[in-house]
């Protein structure tokens, strides 16, 4: 077997194996969820035990929705999946990965210039804790160029959401940017 085919075969397996002793956490603002997260955390659920949707105050970042409104709403979405659940945190996230007792993080790469970011970040938290790991995945091909803050934008200058999020995220959204 080639190398390069060794290598993916042991990550396959490995994940494979996840499904009952991982809890993977996926963390970010989600301000609001759109459906390339919804998308990336069903797949995470299918490979991990536990999903938790570590959802950041990002305080920083001067977010629409609250952290109560942003959990609330996440909640909503994803109560159909029994493996995950939202939970808020403001806390550096290695920090609050042991507080979980969980050994992934799970993070989303849409485009290639989100790579370099992510790759700074995944050699940080290996440094801070180095038993756990960091996974990406990649939304399908149809989300891969929804982002929150266009979300945010389109919906705060009256425009049609419908496409990028839920519809109880769309309702929120509307009465948000009234």
Same mark, same amino acid.
């Given at each position: 077997m080639r190398d390069d085919m060794h290598e993916w075969y042991n990550l396959y397996s490995y994940l494979k194996g996840c499904n009952m002793n991982n809890i993977a956490v996926y963390p970010g603002t989600f301000d609001p969820?759109?459906?390339?997260?919804?998308?990336?955390?069903?797949? #995470?659920?299918? =490979?991990?035990?536990?999903?938790?949707? #570590?959802?950041?105050?990002?305080?920083?970042?001067?977010?629409?929705?609250?952290?109560?409104?942003?959990? #609330?709403?996440a909640k909503q979405v994803l109560d159909s999946y029994q493996n995950v659940e939202v939970v808020g945190f403001?806390? =550096? =996230?290695?920090?609050?990965?042991?507080?979980?007792? #969980?050994?992934?993080?799970l993070r989303g790469l849409r485009v290639v210039s989100d790579f370099d970011y992510e790759f700074q970040m995944a050699g940080m938290n290996r440094h801070l804790a180095p038993k756990i790991e960091s996974i990406f995945l990649m939304p399908a091909e149809n989300y891969t160029y929804i982002s929150s803050s266009f979300v945010r934008e389109i919906a705060s200058l009256g425009g049609d959401v419908k496409q990028f999020v839920p519809e109880v995220i769309e309702k929120a959204l509307r009465e948000k940017c009234r």
């Open positions: 969820i759109t459906y390339g997260h919804k998308d990336l955390i069903e797949r #995470a659920g299918r =490979l991990f035990g536990k999903v938790i949707v #570590a959802i950041a105050t990002s305080s920083k970042k001067q977010p629409l929705f609250s952290i109560e409104e942003r959990v #609330a709403l403001d806390c =550096l =996230l290695t920090n609050f990965m042991k507080q979980q007792n #969980a050994n992934i993080i």
